[in-house]
């Protein structure tokens, strides 16, 4: 089996609205507390950050899974949305939205298509981040496959 290591480095400067630095791989960034949460909003946040892993963990999936199918889109994109809720000053990662959206050719075959519907669910199932985050992260997709005209 194999195994794969991930580093990450932060640096945080003192307290609360304070502003950090983070290195993880290719991803060099400053950090601190949205300003939804009254914070300083400067450089990325730990909300941002889930979001970026699940989507990102989710269009990869997709792409993977129509490569190996030989199916080529036109356009493969995705919006994601975060929903925190705040309840008595205890902040909680209620649920994630992932809306790709991906555009086929004209020339697409019926059977190609119904793969394409197929793949949009089985990719948010097999995708690691999603799988780490089942039972405590509600994920939801709301997909526009769309076919060029």
Request: charged share 25%.
């Amino acid at each position: 089996m194999a195994e794969h290591h991930f580093y990450l480095h932060a640096d945080w400067p003192g307290g609360r609205n304070e502003v950090g630095q983070l290195k993880a791989g290719n991803l060099h960034t400053n950090i601190s507390i949205p300003p939804e949460m009254d914070g300083p909003g400067i450089g990325t946040n730990p909300d941002e950050m889930l979001l970026g892993a699940s989507a990102t963990c989710y269009i990869i999936t997709l792409a993977a899974m129509l490569e190996r199918s030989n199916i080529t889109p036109l356009s493969l994109t995705i919006d994601s949305e975060a929903i925190v809720e705040v309840e008595r000053g205890v902040n909680t990662f209620k649920k994630i939205i992932h809306r790709p959206t991906i555009v086929l050719p004209y020339d697409v075959t019926e059977v190609d298509e119904k793969k394409v519907h197929r793949f949009v669910t089985l990719s948010e199932e097999r995708c690691m981040i999603s799988k780490a985050l089942k039972g405590n992260v509600e994920i939801a997709l709301e997909p526009d496959i769309q076919i060029a005209q």
